[in-house]
């Protein structure tokens, strides 16, 4: 027992001493330190979703369903509070907008669990704007329509995992502090509707150098213990990376900034107990980089390698894949893990595609003003920097951003000092006054309009092009798609009106059968961290529109004579946050009618009312006076419908098993890093019977040689291993899957092997859970 305890004691020390050792380096890896004046608790969590049979929210392209994962999606939460005093919430998704129903329910759930600790007002949940995410989890009838309604599944695994994220960021609460920086990234989105830009005044594009936003904006959380425990960023450009024809679920280019941050930080935490030689910029090499590569002679692995045949399938439980996932292997459990969120803002005129917009058929630009080619929009296309390869499109942009964040990080030395607080309220923008200033120094009031979307929406972006006739630009509309909008709801003379010049495809804000196609209450709320003001928006602000509103803000708070708010403030803005309803342009933009201003909701003074409404939240804020709450939104989850069909039942041919290999590696099989696929398929099910949250469908594992174990080195959260998941017909019960791993250049030498994990159903609706493995491979 003695012998035992002096284990343990010897155990404990060397653990101390290595994070005690870790946490010193960080502490002086970049960044000034001084003593806090917050509790800061950040959390992540996965909401994934279904990664088969659900059409993907972005596009509203009806063919795009999702048939696997290329990497996963996550929640990612900060809380900042004030030791004794008021605390905010903050939630980034990989996903493609938040949802006002969703946000209503997480809400309930943090009542039930923590009182008024955590309401409407002091929490905002914000969208990344992967257009690669499952859909079917907003509660206005417009938004559901490619997927076939709502989509229960896709809802409960937002809500859930939003709420365990908060839970999570919660219980981690800890003294701590919290430093800004700011800088310029120039290679990340250029402005797709330049058009519409070049329509506001020359005055005022003149005091700005870029027709788009450059500026990303970063927060760097320090616990007081473990040093730095995460980061959030702003920085405004599209997740259409990836392509209106894609299938596999994807954070987009935000989403795989977000695994290189996090990776880069656990690499290096993990290097630092190996080697003097800690920081490096470098994109991460992956968990492989930490498992002792022994450079063995190529042959005695190759015989090794022959000694591991497939695996046939066979039952497994449920925890077995989250056991086997890669990053829980990799958790510490003493101390929180390094969280990192790139959130989007004013991204609505923003793309990705950096190449530019060029046609299809010619290769020449498409039309400056139209984006047509040859009077069409359907061939017209922006290209990534990968182009054609839009997966590696994604991979740069999610380089580009990670690399200035982590610059911006090891930099950061303003520490943000000051109150925590927050304002809220609920306005209806279907029916709001709006008081403008005249030339003449007088004012006029207008209003807003009940929603409605105009005939360019149907012509799509560049990012991703709609069908049939349509194109942006369209100021008068067309007389065949006016007969078909008229059998669903004519537009009144006051609606047309209200909305000139768009001309009207779908009266949105006046159809409400079976229930709301759109929404009119939107939720518009500030956070204050210190000298940091956080606009959450519920829409897609473009470049002008957002710097207005921005300034606007800024101008409101350094003009209220509140003496903290003498030095530096910062503003920026959350979009896609706590609901959604389209787009705001600015009043000019609107005037040009592309997808952006068509697809600006409530006329052309939406963007004023947004002003407006600003203006008295931040001005209650500074001066501590209460708003009023607003009308209520309304909760239409009971009386939502869906039609997508669900799993009856999951089967194999006669003799095999789920699990099964039906494409294994050859005998003798040797890669190359850096070079090579490794293609295996299995026996599956659907992957709608367990979502395996916090698990994985796929896993590559290295052969550890001494004593001859499997280790976990990529899963499907990583951005080189990709799910593939098909049924040879739509509604057939027998299923494969089929994994596929490009070997990176990082990949240590050795023995490997792939691992399907999945579920099944039978035909009563039992699950069972089943695992198979392929043959085993040589990687040099």
Known sequence: MMELSLVRLWSTCFRSFFYISTVLFLLTAGGVYSHSEYLIGLGSYDITGPAADVNMMGYANMEQVASGIHFRLRARTFIVSEPEGKRVVFVNLDACMASQIVT???????????????????????????????????????????????????????????????????????????????????????????????????????????????????????????????????????????????????????????????????????????????????????????????????????????????????????????????????????????????????????????????????????????????????????????????????????????????????????????????????????????????????????KTCPAAMGFAFAAGTTDGPGAFDFTQGDDKGNPFWRLVRNVLKTPNKKQIDCHYPKPILLDTGEMTKPYDWAPSILSLQILRIGQLFILSVPGEFTTMAGRRLRDAVKTQLKNSGNKDLSGEIHVVIAGLANGYSQYVTTFEEYQVQRYEGASTLYGPHTLSGYIQEFKKLSKSLVLDMPVQPGPQPPDLLDKQLSFLTPVMMDTTPDGDSFGDVI??????????????????????????????????????????????????????????????????????????????????ESASPGVYRITHFGAAKKLFGSVHHFTGSSGAFVVT
């Not at 594992?701 to 017909?729: A, G, I, M, N």
């Open 663 to 744: 494409s294994d590696v050859p005998k003798n099989f040797s890669v190359k890093r850096g070079n090579d696929q490794v293609t295996v398929v299995f026996r599956s099910a659907c992957p709608r019977n367990d979502l395996l949250t916090e698990g994985t469908f796929a896993l590559v594992e290295k052969l550890e040689q001494k004593d001859k174990t499997w280790t976990p080195v990529y899963d499907d959260d990583d951005l080189c291993l990709r799910f593939k998941w098909s049924r040879p017909k739509k509604l057939s019960s027998r299923s494969q899957a089929t994994v596929e791993w490009r070997i990176p």
């Open 104 to 446: 209503l329910k997480v809400i309930e759930r943090l009542k039930a669990r923590y009182g008024d600790l955590y309401t409407e007002k002091n929490v905002g949940i914000s969208g990344i704007h992967t257009h690669a995410g499952p859909g079917g989890y907003l509660q206005y009838v417009i938004y559901i329509v490619t997927s076939l309604g709502f989509v229960r599944q896709s809802f409960d695994a937002l809500v859930d995992g939003i709420e365990n994220s908060i839970i999570q960021a919660h219980q981690n609460l800890r003294p701590g502090s919290i430093f800004i920086n700011n800088g310029e990234l120039l290679d990340a989105g250029v402005n797709r509707s330049p058009s519409a830009y070049l329509n506001n005044p020359s005055g005022e594009r003149s005091k700005h150098k870029y027709d788009v936003d450059k500026e990303m904006t970063l927060l760097k959380f320090v616990d007081d213990q473990w040093g730095p425990v995460g980061s959030f960023n702003w920085f405004a450009t599209h997740g259409t990376s990836m392509s209106r024809s894609n299938s596999l679920i994807s954070g987009d280019n935000k989403g795989a900034a977000s695994r290189f941050m996090e990776d880069w930080f656990e690499q290096n935490t993990v290097e630092r107990s190996h080697s003097e030689d800690f920081i490096s910029d470098e994109i991460p090499r992956r968990v492989s980089s930490i498992i002792e590569n022994h450079q063995d002679n190529h042959q005695e692995l190759l015989e090794l390698a022959s000694y591991f045949e497939s695996q046939p399938g066979k039952p497994a439980t449920r925890i077995s894949s989250s056991a086997r996932r890669v990053r829980s292997a990799l958790r510490k459990a003493d101390r929180p893990g390094f969280v990192s969120a790139f959130c989007q803002t004013n991204c609505g005129d923003v793309s990705p595609n950096v190449l530019g917009a060029f046609c299809l058929d010619t290769g020449l630009p498409c039309d400056f003003n139209h984006s047509t080619c040859g009077g069409k929009n359907e061939m017209c296309y922006g290209r990534g920097p990968g182009y054609p390869d839009e997966f590696e499109s994604t991979r740069i942009i999610g380089e580009r951003q990670f690399k200035m964040a982590l610059e911006l990080f090891n930099k950061a030395s303003e520490q943000l000092q000051g109150k925590v607080d927050y304002r809220h309220v609920y306005v209806d923008f279907s029916q709001l006054n709006v008081t403008l200033p005249k030339k003449d120094g007088k004012s006029e009031v207008v």
